[in-house]
């Protein structure tokens, strides 16, 4: 553009006067300069351009101004124009296009003003290409560095994806070769892809010989071993690719061994690669099924001539009765297995404990109640088995009863239960009884007591020495009175069940310490030791009725020792169980009274002189009882004594140190 070209393009406005000299001046220095400017109108159109500007962008002066920024601008939009031209200045970075469609980085100095009304922006651009060449490279380089890091995060999950597979296939073959059943895979070429030692030794196959169908030698090793080769090398050896069944078949061996063979195709993307072989032992099967044929033969002897009532049930028909049914039941053999319903028979079960459930956990035993066909009631005692596949009757489970007419024993069990129900009336009217006795003995024992106790106060020195042993005795007699009749009224309670018990978590270590102190107070002349080897132990007992067990068999031992000879209170705790032993060096019990030690009102035949009830023992064998435990003896006549008292209701224990 020459000098005389130049004018301030304006569509309607009126420019002052300038002189020709200065616009010349001013159109020369802004063509010097080397950053592009130019002028814009309001609605952002070129109204002036410079020499540098139609270098930068490519476009001719005459392009340009028919043009407008936007046209120029890559990130024309990403600018509000009429914020950027409400401000005097700014200063802000873009990116143009050139003519070619080169796009680079600039840098934007813009400068509003306003003429007549009108606003115009003054515009110098500066080419900041190497910012961008560096700002990509900068982003290039992040994105190297994100993606290390990305890849070094793949690596390390890759890694652990391998431990997982590792541990996963370790798992696998800890599997494969802790199954009982042999597992091999083989592909179509012919080599073996994976086995596992069970396989090895089913077939007892030498170290020396090679797996592959390749190998004669090993394919002859099989076929030695087997009666039907021809079945072996149809199932296995001659299996093409394109098989795609599942088989199950049986292979026998000429040891007499039979082995189940089951064969499914290998996959892998949707094509046959190979199969896989479970092999496992069923001989003992086998035999165990032959031996089941025979004993369904032997069933049907033994049924048909038996007096036990035998039925087989499925669901609620009957598809077997044996001839004593029909005897117990009125009904014929064809009117019970066509269309009869059980139910119309069977009344009502009833389940039956037994004592040794170890020897028939096959069995579930039960009482029956039956409706015969004239209308009477009949009981059977009855064994209850499930016989899933032992008998053919459909290949369905059926129900065995076997059972025996109880009729007449549940008529005597009825009353043997009223027997019993009276029985126990009479029981409590007996605690009642003694109940009542010992209260009103109770009371003319305390006069007695108060008596004696008013005269020893009163007697003058004269009289003391005649009276006051008679007293002594009176007292001590009054003492064994109040103490035989707490025990009977102890044992009433017992015998009539009305005693609370109530355990709670208690700590016996220092609840034996306790009772021992307790004791050796009245009994100075018999040393008592306390021995364990617990330094704390908790139990769940009763601590009212434990004290009486332990207090009795300790004053007892006492009563029936030399004086000064010792007593011994042992706890110890063996597999769960509390035990609890109480040893003297007295006279000791005859064996022939070891039997009967624990009953009521009983006493030993070497215990003449020696005051006692006779029912103590027995109130610490219902009490031991009570808490599920049990009391045992053991004696020998002028040596002393030991009773044991094992619990099993230990609720905690701690670290055992010596006391």
Not at 17 to 40: M, R, W, Y
Not at 178 to 193: H, P, Q, R, Y
Not at 600 to 605: E, M, V
Request: charged fraction near 25%; aromatic fraction near 10%; proline fraction near 2%.
């Amino acid at each position: 553009m020459d000098a005389n070209e130049y004018t301030l393009v304006q569509s309607d406005s009126q420019t002052e006067p300038q002189s020709e000299v200065g616009l010349k001046f001013a159109h020369f220095l802004i063509n010097q300069t080397a950053d592009a400017a130019f002028c814009l109108g309001a609605n952002a159109q070129f109204l002036y351009v410079n020499d540098a500007t139609c270098k930068i962008t490519e476009y001719s002066c005459e392009e340009l101004l028919s043009m407008t920024l936007k046209d120029v601008d890559i990130d024309f939009s990403l600018h509000n124009f009429s914020d950027i031209t409400s401000q005097d200045s700014i200063i802000y970075k873009s990116r143009y296009r050139t003519k070619k469609g080169r796009v680079f980085l600039v840098e934007i100095s813009m400068t509003s003003l306003e003429d007549q009304g009108k606003k115009y922006s003054c515009v110098f651009v500066r080419d900041r290409t190497n910012e961008m060449v560096e700002l990509s490279v900068q982003k290039w380089i992040d994105e190297l560095r994100d993606a290390k890091a990305n890849l070094q995060q793949e690596v390390t999950q890759l890694k652990k994806k391998e431990v997982e597979l590792e541990r996963s296939l370790s798992i696998f073959h800890s599997t494969l070769e802790s199954t009982t059943i042999g597992i091999v895979a083989v592909n179509f070429e012919g080599d073996i892809l994976s086995f596992n030692q069970q396989f090895i030794d089913m077939w007892q196959i030498p170290e020396t010989l090679t797996l592959s169908k390749r190998c004669p030698i090993c394919r002859a090793f099989f076929e030695e071993q087997l009666k039907d080769p021809e079945a072996f090398n149809r199932l296995v050896w001659e299996v093409s690719s394109q098989s795609d069944f599942e088989s199950y078949d049986i292979l026998e061996l000429k040891d007499g061994r039979i082995f189940a063979h089951y064969s499914k195709p290998q996959w892998l993307d949707k094509k046959i690669i190979g199969r896989v072989w479970s092999i496992w032992d069923i001989t003992e099967s086998k035999r165990t099924e032959e031996a089941l044929r025979l004993s369904e033969a032997r069933f049907r002897a033994l049924a048909e001539t038996t007096d036990v009532s035998t039925f087989l049930i499925q669901g609620t028909r009957l598809c077997y009765v044996n001839p004593a049914v029909t005897i117990l039941t009125g009904y014929t053999t064809k009117e019970l297995l066509t269309g009869f319903d059980i139910r119309q028979l069977i009344k009502s079960k009833k389940r039956r404990q037994v004592s040794d459930s170890g020897n028939s956990a096959n069995f579930e035993y039960q009482e029956i109640k039956i409706l015969t066909k004239n209308g009477k009631e009949r009981w059977l005692a009855c064994a209850v088995a499930i016989l899933d596949g032992v008998l053919d009757f459909g290949g369905k489970s059926v129900e065995l009863i076997a059972g025996i007419d109880i009729t007449d024993y549940k008529y005597a069990e009825t009353e043997l239960n009223q027997a019993l129900e009276q029985a126990k009336e009479l029981g409590e009217l007996r605690a009642r009884f003694l109940s009542m006795v010992c209260h009103q003995f109770r009371n003319p024992l305390n006069v007695v007591s108060f008596s004696s106790s008013l005269l020893k106060r009163n007697i003058n020195d004269q009289m003391a020495e005649t009276i006051r042993p008679l007293l002594d005795g009176i007292q001590i007699a009054v003492e064994q009175l109040s103490q035989m009749l707490d025990d009977i009224l102890f044992y009433a309670k017992a015998e009539a069940a009305k005693l609370q018990f109530e355990p709670r978590p208690l700590e016996l270590v220092q609840f034996c310490k306790n009772l021992v102190a307790q004791v050796q107070i009245s009994s100075s002349q018999n040393p008592i030791n306390f021995l364990t080897q617990t330094s704390y132990f908790v139990a769940l007992v009763d601590p009212k009725l434990f004290e009486f067990i332990l207090k009795n068999l300790l004053d007892n031992a006492v009563k029936y020792s030399p004086v000064q000879s010792s007593v011994d209170l042992t706890l110890a705790c063996e597999n769960g169980e509390i035990i609890f032993q109480v040893k003297d060096r007295g006279i000791g019990i005859p064996i022939k009274d070891q039997q009967r030690l624990f009953e009521a009102f009983y006493r030993g035949s070497n215990s003449n002189g020696i005051s006692g009830t006779g029912l103590g023992l027995s109130i610490v064998k219902t009490l031991v009882d009570l808490h599920g435990g049990q009391v045992t003896v053991e004696s020998e006549e002028g040596k002393g004594t030991t009773f044991s008292v094992i619990l099993r209701s230990v609720k905690k224990n701690s670290v055992n140190s010596q006391l």
